[in-house]
């Protein structure tokens, strides 16, 4: 596709549940990140991978969630016992370039994942 | 740690309105400053970007100057327009702090235009 793809676009869970949330991003990109976005908030750094190597997990809030990457392309972020302070939108991006520089200078952003944890 | 402040919103303006969105910054080392535009139902887009200080960044009529004295990377754009009406999100990478993997973000400031 043109953009990064994520699905769902909506995700409604009862706490405790697992989710998992997809992103595709363009096609040969090397860089994905995960940020999540807080209603209200800007985004906050999740994660990142250079092609399948996950490089980057410090913002993680928690050991429930968990992120891969296996073939370089597309990415799950998995949150296991969903809890209500995980409600927020997740977002996806991804980049051309590796770990330089100019590495945020070419960052294409999906729309995101809603997740509402009741 | 490194943060971004932005002037709260929301901003409303009418159209060819003069617009100003603050941005101030904290980091421990040179970062690339950026703004970011979410425009409704659609992923943020880069809007324009500064690497080092002095640099202004351009684009779409908005222009921003980094200014290293004063921390702060302040929006601006002579005659807005009703298709400028979005949330208006500030950010740095720190290459000392965070490396170039990861973006700080300021909360947003949402932006509406009137006819």
């Known amino acids: 596709g043109a953009g990064v793809s994520q699905s769902p676009r909506y995700k409604v869970a009862k706490r405790g549940q697992d989710v998992a949330l997809r992103c595709d991003p363009i096609?040969?990109?090397?860089?994905l990140f995960w940020y999540q976005q807080a209603l209200g908030q800007g985004p906050e750094f999740l994660t990142y991978?250079?092609?399948?190597?996950?490089?980057?997990k410090s913002g993680l809030p928690s050991d429930r969630f968990f992120a891969e990457r296996p073939e370089g392309s597309v990415s799950t972020l998995k949150i296991q016992r969903t809890q209500q302070e995980d409600s927020a939108v997740y977002l996806c991006a991804s980049s051309p370039t590796g770990g330089n520089r100019r590495l945020n200078e070419k960052l294409f952003f999906g729309s995101g994942t809603q997740l509402s944890v009741l | 740690g490194d943060s971004v402040t932005q002037m709260e919103g929301p901003v409303t303006l009418s159209e060819e309105a003069f617009l100003t969105i603050n941005c101030t910054y904290t980091a421990t080392g040179y970062p690339s400053l950026f703004w970011y535009v979410q425009y409704p139902g659609e992923g943020l887009q880069l809007l324009l970007k500064a690497t080092k200080a002095d640099d202004k960044g351009s684009n779409k009529g908005f222009e921003a100057t980094y200014r290293k004295e004063t921390t702060s990377f302040h929006l601006e754009k002579g005659s807005v327009q009703v298709s400028d009406s979005a949330v208006y999100f500030c950010?740095?990478?720190?290459?000392?702090?965070?490396?170039?993997?990861?973006?700080?973000f300021g909360a947003g400031t949402r932006l509406a235009v009137h006819p």
């Open positions: 950010a740095l990478s720190d290459p000392i702090s965070g490396g170039y993997n990861k973006l700080i």
């Open positions: 096609s040969g990109h090397v860089s």
């Open positions: 991978f250079q092609n399948e190597a996950q490089l980057d």
